[in-house]
């Protein structure tokens, strides 16, 4: 079993809050991945790492930041949240060439 | 054009049926490939990896063929817990090391 971590699992906020999905692994990973998903929609890449001090931007343009700061953790923040930012908040570790998923955050904006 | 292209469906199939998806990627340079599975509203998970000469778990088969560049995932006999979005991964490496790139996924319903 994989011991990747979000939380929180479930969110309703109010527009304009600020907010940070928590990611956390234990397997030591460098590599890892944010992706958004609507609900029976594909996967987009929205931020990655490749290890500590390193964040890229990913395919799907996005108005959240991440940062790396340890290994273990790789948090995703909105500051101003909005009604578009509704959705699925998956979180993923790699290891060589396996992805290890979070069970995500569904995040409601209201 | 997509770097990872596959049929979303859904491929709506009768209980013992074989169904069988193709997933076509577009970066040559591609190294590994895999299937995984994603359950309604859960997370996606590997359901096995894609080798040059072709491998079986059980009811499943996983084919890759390099020269058209797709890779193809065969279900035999399919049960209602097949059921389910099957996602095709590619992996090729750049400077920084690996690079996962997930398709959008192709939908299967298994029907009694």
């Known amino acids: 079993e994989a011991d990747i971590y979000q939380t929180p699992r479930y969110l309703v906020i109010g527009t304009g809050k600020k907010i940070t999905l928590e990611c956390s692994q234990t397997?030591?990973?460098?590599?890892m991945y944010w992706y958004q998903q609507d609900p029976g929609m594909e996967l987009h890449l929205i931020h990655y790492s490749y290890g500590v001090n390193s964040t890229e931007k990913g395919d799907l343009s996005s108005e959240s930041t991440v940062s790396r700061i340890r290994t273990e953790h790789f948090p995703l923040t909105l500051e101003s949240a909005r009604p578009s930012h509704t959705s699925q908040y998956l979180c993923?570790?790699?290891?060589?060439?396996?992805?290890?998923f979070g069970q995500g955050t569904r995040l409601t904006v209201v | 054009r997509k770097e990872v292209e596959q049929d979303p469906g859904p491929f709506n199939v009768p209980e013992g049926a074989t169904v069988a998806f193709n997933c076509t990627y577009s970066?040559?340079?591609?190294?590994?490939f895999f299937w995984y599975r994603q359950d309604c509203r859960k997370e996606p998970k590997l359901l096995m990896s894609v080798y040059s000469s072709g491998n079986e778990d059980g009811r499943f088969t996983a084919q890759l063929n390099r020269a058209s560049q797709y890779i193809s995932l065969l279900i035999r006999d399919s049960k209602l817990s097949d059921s389910a979005t099957y996602l095709c991964v590619v992996n090729f490496r750049n400077n920084a090391g690996n690079m996962l790139t997930f398709g959008g996924g192709t939908r299967l319903m298994v029907k009694p």
């Open positions: 397997m030591g990973h460098d590599k």
């Open positions: 970066n040559s340079a591609s190294q590994s």
């Open positions: 993923a570790s790699i290891r060589n060439t396996e992805a290890f």
